[in-house]
């Protein structure tokens, strides 16, 4: 009799326990997944601002990294880009940050830092390091490709992430950039085709993608069709460079 | 063994009884599955920006801080299984701007597994402080602007003081309103003194060829000044005079 009521009870007890609502699960946000393999990617006369002069700032080229492709600065304030070119014939190179206050990115959820990647040693080949600026021009194509692979990891400790732009080189600031501006044409006395040109130096920059991917990246040119010795007569706002990207979370960038 | 068994049953009685009583009472209606559960803004630093979903009357509102200087917004959305919403969740809310200056209607439709539709109106309310615009004349006094477009070059400046200004230029806009309440192509606001929240400069200049936008417009007479600081704007009470000779 006992036994019947306890088993009676136990089944009362444990039907009226188990009415838990399961919570729904919350919807994936949308976006589409298209992003790229590891490897090394070259992109080539990217048009930035087509109209660009040295006068003004010219349209903002907002760059996703992880797509390897363009996105439109009305999603500035996204996680859809890493960088962006911005600024006077799009030299200045700014992640995607949203707190870095004044940045382009400002406000939005973006954690993209950057680094630029100096070695003195590896400069004197090409750079008066007291006077910074290039030794002669061209600069050796080869030392890009040089710079390019021998950065095969990330080192926060040498060389810090921020949260600014990396720009020209030690132009009207002291940090160093990737790129030296020849503002009066110094570097070729007497010639006016030769003044408020950029020239892109060996160095490579380091960024932390949005989404935590690291990657290099070297400037190649800012003039249309890739010159090694541009002038005035070179049209800017034609980008070519070339970054890694590693894909796997780590800080490998021995990538070929 | 016996009186431990009927302890035991005595035990088992309160605990059920205690489990049951919670059963007893009647379930709510069920809720309708064409509803939107959650909805927030996740494109900025830290913790999202949760909207209130108002089953009432069909509506959500977000509230948009101005310091964030958000001009974009992407949602996250969740609904009950198995509904569907459109535009769908991540759907961007592009040039915020354009919404507080011009409005904007937007909408989201829940259609749920059976079939059943209901309509979300999204209401975006900017806490933002008070845009002030000091005057540049009196009702007696009328500041007076010449811009002579006979020379290579010319300019005025128009200077204005006053608080609820963005540190950034690109959230705010200076236009001249005529005496017919017709807005001009919009001013050149100077980049010199950026990052100020009491002091903008707009700049009209006669440099360019062709001119620009608002000189070309610009006739001799009375404007009235309007400033749009992010999602507030604000006009003078008294017009200034422009000549264009």
């Known amino acids: 009799m006992y036994r019947k009521l306890l088993w009676c009870l136990l089944l009362t007890a444990a039907a009226a326990c188990s009415k838990d609502d399961a919570p729904a699960k919350p919807e994936e946000p949308g976006g589409d997944g298209n992003t790229v393999k590891t490897g090394v990617y070259r992109v080539v006369n990217l048009a930035a601002d087509t109209t660009a002069t040295s006068g003004g700032n010219a349209v903002s080229l907002y760059y996703s990294l992880e797509e390897n492709k363009v996105i439109p600065e009305s999603q500035r304030q996204t996680g859809n880009w890493d960088i962006v070119f911005y600024g ?169 | 063994m016996q009186l431990y068994l009927r302890q035991f049953a005595a035990a088992l009685f309160i605990l059920a009884f205690a489990a049951c009583t919670k059963t007893e009472t009647i379930d709510p209606a069920p809720e309708a599955q064409n509803r939107i559960i959650t909805y927030s803004i996740v494109n900025v630093q830290g913790d999202p920006i949760s909207g209130a979903v108002n089953d009432r009357d069909s509506s959500i509102t977000i509230y948009i801080p101005f310091y964030r200087q958000l001009v974009v917004l992407e949602p996250e959305i969740t609904v009950p299984e198995g509904a569907t919403v459109t535009p769908v969740s991540g759907t961007l809310i592009e040039d915020l701007l354009d919404v507080f200056r011009n409005g904007r209607d937007i909408k989201y439709t829940v259609t749920a597994k059976d079939g059943s539709k209901r309509t979300y109106t999204l209401r975006i309310v900017v806490q933002q402080p008070d845009l002030v615009l000091d005057e540049l004349s009196t009702a007696t006094d009328i500041a007076e602007f010449t811009i002579d477009t006979r020379l290579a070059y010319d300019a005025i400046h128009i200077k204005l003081t006053g608080s609820g200004f963005m540190e950034e230029n690109e959230l705010m806009k200076m236009v001249l309103v005529d005496e017919t309440g017709r807005e001009l192509s919009p001013i050149g606001l100077s980049t010199t003194n950026v990052g100020n929240i009491h002091l903008i400069i707009g700049s009209i200049t006669k440099f360019t060829d062709p001119q620009e936008p608002v000189l070309q417009e610009l006739k001799t007479g009375l404007y009235k000044i309007k400033v749009y600081s992010y999602g507030k704007n604000a006009t003078t009470k008294f017009p200034v005079k422009i000549n264009k000779l």
């Open chain 1, 88 to 256: 006077i014939y799009n030299s200045s190179v700014y992640p995607n940050n949203g707190a870095a206050l004044g940045s382009p990115g400002y406000g939005g959820p973006g954690r993209a830092v950057i680094s630029v990647v100096v070695n003195r040693k590896f400069d004197a080949q090409y750079y008066d390091t007291l006077q910074y600026k290039p030794l002669q021009l061209p600069i050796d194509r080869n030392l890009f490709a040089t710079a390019f692979e021998s950065v095969k990891t990330v080192e926060e400790d040498k060389f810090p992430f921020i949260t600014r732009d990396i720009g020209l080189d030690h132009f009207q600031s002291g940090f160093d950039g990737w790129g030296h501006y020849d503002f009066y044409g110094l570097l070729f006395p007497g010639d006016p085709k030769k003044s408020h040109v950029v020239y892109t130096m060996p160095r490579v920059m380091v960024i932390k993608t949005h989404k935590g991917h690291y990657a290099k990246l070297m400037m190649e040119n800012i003039y249309k069709d890739n010159p090694a010795n541009p002038t005035r007569d070179n049209k800017p706002g034609f980008i070519t460079f070339r970054y890694a990207i590693q894909m796997d979370g780590s800080k490998n960038l021995d990538i070929q």
